[in-house]
């Protein structure tokens, strides 16, 4: 399995950016899929962005030109820029890594096998 740890969440007033840092214990690149996903408080946990090992990335449409995932398997790091954050971006943001990832379940939480711990991301004035 692999270990993951992320950090960089926070209080942040609304309009403004965080960086989400997720490392990993193992290559990234021997992970087909590395995401990021979120849970508020009462709601389940939701897709929030994803990338390939081809790098190509995903997201849900709430965050679409917002967010930006990005991967440096130099450092085997996984990192999520989130600029024009909003209120409803409040809620605690988990790294998550599917090695055998298939594309059609890019978005779904189940197929992922290893989680972080969690970051609090809280966007309140």
């Known amino acids: 399995q692999v270990q993951l740890v992320e950090s960089g969440g926070g209080l942040v007033q609304p309009g403004g950016s965080l960086r989400l840092s997720c490392a990993a214990s193992?290559?990234?690149?021997?992970?087909?899929?590395m995401g990021w996903f979120r849970q508020a408080p009462g709601k389940e946990r939701e897709f929030v962005a994803a990338i390939r090992t081809s790098g190509h990335t995903y997201y849900t449409d709430s965050v679409k030109g917002r967010f930006a995932i990005s991967r440096d398997n130099a450092k085997n790091l996984v990192t999520l820029q989130m600029n024009s954050l909003k209120p409803e971006d409040t809620a605690v943001y988990y790294c998550a890594a599917d090695r055998g990832g298939i594309l059609s379940t890019i978005r779904d939480p189940s197929s992922y096998d290893s989680w972080g711990q969690g970051t609090q991301v809280t966007v309140s004035s």
């Open positions: 193992v290559r990234t690149s021997s992970i087909r899929h």
